[in-house]
């Protein structure tokens, strides 16, 4: 590749205009600090890839300081750790913006180099990646190979290692082909904080500082002597364990890798196998017995069942460990059925549990516009139905969540509207009710006002949105709604006595209401 002169370079610098940063063609300079524009470096053979060095990696590179004519050979690679000290801070800053392979010339002014103008040529060969693991200097790895993918070794994941600890010529701690879990009764603390840094067929090698060593690989202290002391690592195999709720309460782990391909959606009829463990005593299985079928958005098994189900394919067999103190805990016990439920077989004392579940096969459940009207109707029904047993046990936020649900596969109700509407109506019903139980006025008035928009005198409707003005201190209002559901209904109506009873405590609330306004608006009003 041509070389152009100092001079040439020098025209190109003085041409720049202040508020212009010029982009990164060869023989443009380009700054390293674009503001000020201190000092600057102008590539002269064009690196590889997009990586580049960090602040305290260790470069290979050819480097050569020149005060007249620029040299056209550069010396023999050497290399060194930047932030050692060893080169100009300015210097290993134009490093940190080069890549594999680059050739570039910089110029470092005197304020920057140590009260005298300098000049550099330099190639960077290639780099090893240095961390300062702790950032206090007590855990140096240097990556000897890159790892794969983006996933790093974390607490509780199956790992297999090949791992060496060293002190000048003696071995400190040895193991090829390790397999272990990420676990302090496992593994030295001060490994597991390596591991924790490192991805899938990674290999370093890590530099340990000898208090953080006597503190956390204290099996090998009888053995410690003087000298550095260095860990190398690789990791062969990594099976990841996924913290489901992110707090502790569930690591799932994949035992058996199933042949299928999809996932089923929340409303797939699934066939599975399952076993739950309890101290060291299993109090619920069907691995000898016949499959459990069941529909995933029906609630019939604890959430964290489904949670798993949701991520499975067919084949798939997963092992979860339950920490029953965990937040999240209760989503082992809140299935519809008591039979599925850990609460049904809890022991004093036990705080854990081990809970098996395979997807053996599963049917996917329809989506709105592959189904026809009937279809939408009668999974409309089935969704309703899974709502009305959760709003019997008083899960009233996840009966709404159902109801909502029926609703949208209503939706268009143009497309069947005297089909589909009398069933919206009931749906919309529920949906006030569970507002009216979660004490969310604003919204069950809106949807009995959808309601009594289709049917003026819908007698529930009437009483609930009568409810809702209650608990929205409108009393006026609210006696309205409830007198015209008492003039509605009929004399055998099971709603009656219901209706009468709270248009007595509503007008107590209203004497009471205006009582208050008017001792309040004496005290404003008075003289005194």
């Known amino acids: 590749m041509a070389e152009e002169s100092d001079s040439s370079n020098q025209s190109n610098i003085s041409m720049t205009s202040d508020n212009e940063v010029p982009q990164d063609p060869l023989n443009e300079p380009i700054y390293i600090k674009k503001k000020n524009k201190n000092f600057f470096k102008i590539i002269r053979e064009v690196g590889d890839g997009y990586d580049k060095p960090g602040t305290i990696d260790e470069v290979t590179l050819k480097l050569t300081e020149y005060t007249e004519e620029e040299p056209q050979e550069l010396p023999e690679p050497t290399t060194l750790r930047l932030g050692s000290g060893k080169l100009l801070p300015a210097l290993e800053e134009v490093i940190t913006t080069m890549r594999a392979e680059e050739t570039a010339i910089t110029e470092i002014p005197s304020e920057l180099a140590e009260g005298t103008q300098r000049k ?3 190639k960077v060969i290639s780099w090893v990646s240095v961390h300062d693991l702790k950032a206090d200097g007590t855990l140096i790895k240097r990556i000897l190979k890159k790892g794969f993918g983006y996933d790093r ?13 060293t002190q000048g010529n003696k071995t400190l701690l040895e193991k090829q082909n390790f397999k272990s879990s990420v676990e302090p009764e496992n593994l030295p603390e001060g490994l597991i904080e390596i591991l924790k840094s490192m991805k899938l067929q990674e290999h370093s090698q890590v530099l340990i500082e000898e208090n953080y060593f006597r503190s956390n690989f204290k099996e090998c202290l009888s053995e410690l002597s003087e000298g550095e002391i260095c860990a190398e690592v690789e990791v062969v195999e990594l099976q990841k364990v996924e913290d489901m709720y992110l707090d502790g309460s569930f690591y799932k782990r994949l035992i058996e890798d199933g042949e299928g391909k999809n996932l089923p959606n929340s409303n797939a009829r699934v066939r599975v196998q399952y076993k739950l463990e309890v101290g060291s005593e299993v109090v619920l299985s069907n691995f000898e017995e016949d499959l459990l079928e069941l529909i995933m958005d029906e609630d019939e098994v604890p959430s964290v069942w489904t949670h798993c189900l949701r991520q499975m394919k067919e084949g798939d067999l997963v092992k979860v460990e339950c920490n029953l103190m965990g937040l999240h805990s209760h989503y082992l016990s809140d299935g519809l059925d008591p039979k599925y439920n850990f609460d049904t077989y809890t022991k004093e004392g036990v705080h854990s549990a081990v809970f098996y579940i395979k997807l053996v096969s599963f049917d996917m459940g329809k989506v709105n516009y592959n189904m026809t009207n009937q279809d939408r109707l009668n999974e409309a029904l089935r969704i309703k139905e899974a709502g009305t047993k959760l709003f019997k046990v008083s ?12 609703n949208s596969t209503l939706e268009p109700i143009s497309d069947d509207p005297h089909n589909f509407r009398p069933l919206q109506m009931l749906i919309y019903g529920n949906i006030t009710l569970c507002h009216i139980k979660l004490q ?28 809702a ?6 009393y006026e209002n609210s006696l309205s709604d409830l007198k015209l559901a008492k003039e509605c209904s009929e004399t055998n109506n099971p709603l009656l006595k219901s209706i009468e009873e709270e248009i007595k405590r509503v007008q107590m609330l209203r004497k009471k209401h205006y009582s208050k306004e008017k001792q309040l608006y004496s005290k404003i009003f008075s003289n005194k």
Do not use: C, I, M
Not at 153 to 165: G, M, P, S
Not at 440 to 467: C, I, M, S, T
């Open 469 to 474: 003005r209650k608990g929205l201190t409108s």
């Open 153 to 165: 070794v974390d607490f509780k994941d199956d790992v297999e290692v090949h791992f060496k600890v």
């Open 120 to 122: 550099f040529k330099l």
């Open 395 to 406: 899960r009233f936020e996840k009966a709404l969540e159902k109801y909502e649900t029926a």
């Open 440 to 467: 969310n006025w604003h919204e069950a008035e809106n949807f009995a006002n959808k309601v009594l928009d289709y049917n003026p005198q819908e007698v529930k409707a009437l009483f609930r949105r009568g409810l």
